[in-house]
């Protein structure tokens, strides 16, 4: 006598697998490989690298930001936070006191090792190298203008 094919469990349906523009008919068993379960699974993939023997990574250069034209006495500014304000209130970080410069007039942004200047929607806007710009990746010998101030932008001193 031939062994029986197994019956479905009763409340489940038999259903056809379509497998690109083939129908496999009902019953036929499908082999998928046997996955061997991984003992570890919980513990972290992801292999962290250690530096090449003589690798040093560059420090962030210093930059500066010098005034060269406006009202007072020329200064220089490091620029070493990641945002400095620019404007003519308090609490900006580098303070302007003009009628020009708007209160809070523009900031200054470091990424990596560039600074970008950017306008804070000021009246009278920000200049750098005679063109009027809402914001601009600075480089070195750059001017920047600001109301009646003229900076000049330098990198790595």
Do not use: C
């Not at 083939?22 to 962290?48: H, S």
């Not at 006191?97 to 929607?121: I, K, M, W």
């Amino acid at each position: 006598m031939a062994p029986k094919a197994p019956r479905p469990s009763p409340g489940k349906k038999e259903v056809e697998l379509l497998r690109g523009d083939q129908t496999l008919p009902i019953g036929k068993k499908i082999d998928f490989p046997k996955v061997e379960e991984d003992d570890d699974w919980d513990e972290p993939r992801t292999q962290v690298t250690k530096p090449k023997p003589g690798f040093k990574p560059t420090p962030m250069r210093a930059h500066v930001l010098s005034r060269v034209e406006g009202p007072g006495e020329p200064n220089r500014v490091v620029l070493d936070k990641d945002v400095l304000a620019i404007g003519r209130a308090l609490s900006n970080d580098i303070r302007l006191d003009n009628e020009g410069v708007s209160r809070n007039h523009a900031r200054l942004v470091r990424l990596d090792d560039e600074f970008t200047v950017e306008d804070l929607e000021s009246r009278n806007g920000i200049y750098v190298n005679g063109l009027q710009v809402h914001s601009a990746v600075l480089r070195d010998g750059d001017e920047v203008q600001i109301g009646d101030f003229i900076f000049a932008y330098q990198e790595g001193l």
